[in-house]
């Protein structure tokens, strides 16, 4: 199965800082990568995703980048703010069968 | 509310006993899954059915667990003779199965606290 790892594990910044969270998988077929935003109590929910033909995507503070050639990829949250605080997770997957999640970052934004 | 919905939110049981959650996707969501989510971890992949087929299980899914999706619709999920390790978040997520990566929608869970 995908072996899949997220650094750092817990994250904090000042508002209006950036944040890099970098999840490394070991399936060479993966070919969909998405992030999801879990608050606490909360259901997981899709922030950001890219697919394995494009090598960016931008989504206004959120960004999401892609190296498949080294297995990793990397969500970007610019101007953080308080309510950016929660857990993210990374899901690489290939076939469209969502099953390996990353062990989350937990990211605390101070105000 | 068109969203996916679990049931019930939150049970409390004694070791030993059986419980039931059901989930109910998206309309017209093909595919359904089960996780399993623990304090300060990831969701962790219980199995995932594509209409009524069930057509991946973790083996990490114990005898004491099943899931059945009969119409392709509804799904449940039964635990037999709970145990306090089975204390967690069970989530139920859907998706329309639409090309090579399609969005999955969450549940709110159903919390599971065994005594």
């Known amino acids: 199965g995908e072996n899949v790892e997220q650094h750092p594990s817990t994250l904090s910044v000042q508002e209006g800082d950036s944040a890099v969270i970098k999840c490394t998988y070991s399936?060479?077929?993966?070919?969909?990568f998405p992030w999801y935003k879990q608050e606490l109590g909360k259901r997981p929910q899709l922030i950001i995703d890219?697919?394995?033909?494009?090598g960016e995507k931008k989504d206004q503070r959120i960004a999401v980048t892609l190296n498949k050639t080294a297995k990793h990829f990397s969500l970007h949250i610019t101007e953080t703010q308080p309510e950016d605080s929660a857990v993210y997770f990374c899901a690489p997957t290939w076939g469209g069968n969502q099953f390996y999640f990353g062990t989350g970052t937990s990211l605390t934004v101070i105000p | 509310d068109t969203g996916v919905s679990q049931d019930p939110r939150h049970k409390i049981t004694k070791r030993g006993q059986n419980v039931t959650f059901r989930c109910d996707p998206i309309s017209e969501h093909n595919r359904l899954y089960w996780y399993r989510q623990t304090l300060g971890q990831g969701p962790e992949f219980l199995t995932y059915f594509q209409n009524e087929a069930q057509l991946e299980k973790s083996r990490l899914l114990s005898d004491r667990f099943s899931a059945e999706r009969p119409k392709g619709s509804f799904s449940t999920l039964e635990i037999q003779r709970t145990e306090q390790g089975d204390s967690a978040m069970y989530l139920c997520?859907?998706?329309?199965?639409?090309?090579?990566?399609?969005?999955?929608?969450f549940g709110e869970g159903s919390w599971l606290t065994v005594v």
């Open positions: 890219i697919r394995s033909n494009v």
């Open positions: 997520a859907s998706s329309d199965g639409q090309g090579s990566g399609n969005t999955i929608y």
């Open positions: 399936d060479s077929a993966s070919n969909y």
